[in-house]
């Protein structure tokens, strides 16, 4: 059952709230898709504000993002 709207809106505003990361960021061309979104902490996504990843993150993304993982 889905938390009532009051408290889904209290908990979009915790400075803890895990939030969707765009690797590429969207203003430097990065695409809304799975292989470039993460979860991140809402003060980590806001200090990688537009930066692009380098060389070694991405390398390290598309190893994560390939693998299926069973559970």
Known sequence: MAAPLAQRLRHRKRQDAATIDHVQPRTLGGEA??????ASC??????KADTPPTAAELEKLTALKSRPRNR
């Open 42 to 47: 809402r003060a980590c996504n806001a200090a």
């Open 33 to 38: 898709q799975w292989a470039n979104e993460v």
